[in-house]
């Protein structure tokens, strides 16, 4: 039976450096271009790119599907966790007046999240759904998806029967690449972390 690799990248840094970012839609820094661009190096063996519509993602996928000669998606569902009145601000300004705000978010992201934004178990379900549908359109080749870190993280926690709640105990750095593979089709699918942070052989 063939088995479906699939690596997840994260993108690089986007112009304004590190923020509660969700939905706003910034570009990659000239930083961020080069972290992803070391990220993928020579590596040529995907056959498809799927992509977050972001900037962040998008733009460096269709860099990248050009450079290879493969085919992009884009797909709204790999878009970040939004984070409401969170969005656009940086870790130091919600700190601000409120120090232990951002540790209490961390350790239960269930019960301490911003006003507006997307809740938890619906950011689940919607990128349980989007795997299912990588995994069942893609059955048998090797795929690169462009996503963020909310996003990246989930599909972990659910690969490895995680809590919600364990979500942020999951470090995910600017360009960082993992790696699973996935057996078997359809609700008899078995997906395996093979890496996490690590490196592209040649």
Not at 133 to 149: F, N, P, S
Not at 151 to 176: E, Y
Request: net charge negative; hydrophobic share 40%; with cysteine.
């Amino acid at each position: 039976m063939k088995s479906t690799i699939i690596d997840l990248i994260r993108h690089g840094e986007p112009v304004g450096g590190r923020r509660y970012r969700g939905r706003t839609d910034d570009p990659l820094s000239e930083k961020g271009w080069n972290q992803m661009r070391a990220a993928v190096g020579d590596y040529r063996g995907w056959q498809q790119i799927v992509s977050s519509p972001l900037l962040r993602c998008s733009e460096f996928a269709h860099e990248l599907g050009r450079k290879l000669d493969i085919p992009v998606s884009i797909d709204e569902h790999l878009a970040e966790l939004g984070y409401g009145e969170w969005e656009g601000k940086t870790p130091a300004e919600l700190t601000a007046h409120d120090p232990d705000l951002l540790l209490r978010y961390r350790r239960d992201p269930l019960n301490n999240r911003p006003h507006g934004a997307e809740d938890i178990e619906g950011f689940a379900v919607r990128v349980s759904a989007v795997w299912g549908q990588i995994c069942e359109q893609q059955h048998g080749r090797h795929v690169l998806v462009v996503a963020h870190a909310g996003v990246i993280r989930m599909i972990m926690a659910q690969t490895l029967a995680m809590p919600l709640s364990h979500l942020f105990r999951i470090q995910v750095g600017n360009a960082a690449i993992s790696r699973y593979t996935v057996e078997g089709e359809g609700a008899d699918a078995f997906a395996s972390l093979i890496f996490h942070d690590g490196r592209l052989a040649p």
